[in-house]
């Protein structure tokens, strides 16, 4: 009978022994996926086609970077930037968070390397609204070159085509007259905005009359929902304005049959200090006009 005691507590220790063993494995596996998720960025490559002209336009498009709540080597991020040759930055909101000092962040001078690689379009997002420094953050960019747009669109010409980048301050619908008084009917249209819930999605598509069609977007940039900041299955759990598994986290979204939205899951982090399964994201767009 004792002999049976004793075996039985040696094994009672034995799974004792396991279970620890097991957690702590668990634990730093899941520390590890972690860390990788938060350092190591994914450059996910998209091509369109609009035309056969031979022409076309590569973007690099940045989102939530969230300064400084950052883990991203930022050097080497604009070293990959440079190598892929852009044509043009879009930065489609929250390159900083709400809640802290602009100066201190690290965002001016990331910002400044990064406009010597390409020119660079920006819109601000939801943190950007919020932040007690934001009209200091709007002379800074203005000195730095960066080509922010309030509502308003601006006329390029990019391998010989005409090309319309229209930006929206945070949670603006679209309209054309942001185009301006004299819109360029048959350029490309890029839309940079940051939220991408279904019924600024609408927004952004959406035409009084047939009239307008040519003025819908070709396409559209945008950031917020974090790619759902931890995904299962290819699926984001949560994400702002949208909630639990978002319909709209991160990717290629078909919204008609002439407006392609892309969708950055975002580089940084904000309330959740931490991503899982869900790396950094910096779509690199290759448009055929």
Do not use: C
């Not at 883990?71 to 440079?82: G, N, P």
């Not at 965002?107 to 919020?130: C, Q, R, S, T």
């Not at 600024?200 to 929902?225: F, M, Q």
Request: glycine fraction near 8%; aromatic fraction near 8%; charge should be negative.
């Amino acid at each position: 009978m004792e002999e049976i005691k004793k075996k039985m507590s040696r094994r009672k220790k034995s799974m004792i022994i396991v279970s620890i063993l097991s957690a702590i494995i668990l634990t730093i596996t899941i520390l590890l996926v972690v860390y990788i998720d938060d350092t190591n960025v994914m450059y996910e490559d998209y091509t369109l086609t609009a035309g056969d002209s031979g022409s076309e336009i590569t973007i690099a498009h940045l989102s939530d970077l969230h300064f400084p709540k950052i883990k991203i080597d930022t050097d080497d991020l604009i070293r990959v930037i440079a190598e892929k040759d852009v044509d043009f930055i879009a930065i489609t909101g929250d390159i900083i968070d709400g809640t802290s000092e602009l100066y201190s962040s690290g965002m001016l001078p990331f910002m400044e390397k990064l406009v010597d690689v390409a020119p660079v379009y920006y819109v601000i997002g939801n943190h950007e609204i919020g932040h007690s420094q934001l009209e200091d953050l709007k002379v800074e960019m203005d000195k730095l070159g960066v080509i922010s747009l309030y509502n308003e669109s601006d006329d390029i010409v990019i391998d010989g085509k005409a090309v319309t980048v229209v930006g929206l301050v945070d949670n603006a619908n679209y309209s054309p007259i942001y185009l301006g008084e004299k819109p360029v009917i048959d350029s490309y249209k890029i839309l940079l905005a940051h939220r991408p819930e279904e019924n600024k999605t609408d927004s952004y598509v959406n035409v009084e009359s047939d009239d307008l069609l040519w003025s819908r977007p070709d396409l559209i940039l945008t950031g917020h929902a974090h790619g759902g900041q931890f995904r299962i299955a290819g699926q984001g759990l949560v994400a702002p304005n949208q909630g639990m598994f978002p319909k709209y986290d991160g990717g290629l979204y078909k919204l008609t049959d002439k407006s392609t939205m892309i969708l950055s899951r975002g580089i940084g982090n904000s309330i959740i200090p931490f991503r899982f399964n869900n790396r950094p994201h910096v779509p690199i767009i290759k448009i055929n006009l």
